[in-house]
């Protein structure tokens, strides 16, 4: 069984920074793309960015290309965030999840809230 457990959300005003984490359980994480998605109230979950088992290519949804980076470091299993020049519109909860076989996201976080004031 994997858990992934999301942290660093928080409330911060536009142009303000943030950093996510997932944490990752089980002894395979290295072999698996991780991703990031997110729901703001009243929308449906969209996707925010990806990253391959080694880092090595990142996938990002054009509203965040540009202000967010996905990493990830294998040896501690996670996968990390970081979330520059926030607007109102990046309010959100943030959701990790893995790309299991196939592709599929197959495990999800409980999500953690992201909350940009103007």
């Known amino acids: 069984q994997v858990q992934l457990v999301e942290s660093g959300g928080g409330l911060v005003q536009a142009g303000g920074s943030l950093r996510l984490s997932c944490a990752a359980s089980?002894?395979?994480?290295?072999?698996?793309?991780m991703g990031w998605f997110r729901q703001a109230p009243g929308k449906e979950r969209e996707f925010v960015a990806q990253?391959?088992?080694?880092?090595?290519?990142?996938y990002y949804a054009d509203s965040v290309k540009g202000r967010f980076t996905i990493s990830r470091d294998n040896a501690k299993s996670t996968v990390y965030l970081q979330m520059n020049s926030l607007k109102p519109d990046d309010t959100a909860v943030y959701y990790c999840?893995?790309?299991?076989?196939?592709?599929?996201?197959?495990?999800w976080g409980q999500g953690t809230q992201v909350t940009v004031s103007s």
């Open positions: 089980g002894r395979t994480f290295s072999t698996y793309a």
């Open positions: 990253i391959t088992w080694s880092g090595g290519s990142r």
């Open positions: 999840a893995r790309a299991g076989v196939g592709g599929n996201w197959d495990y």
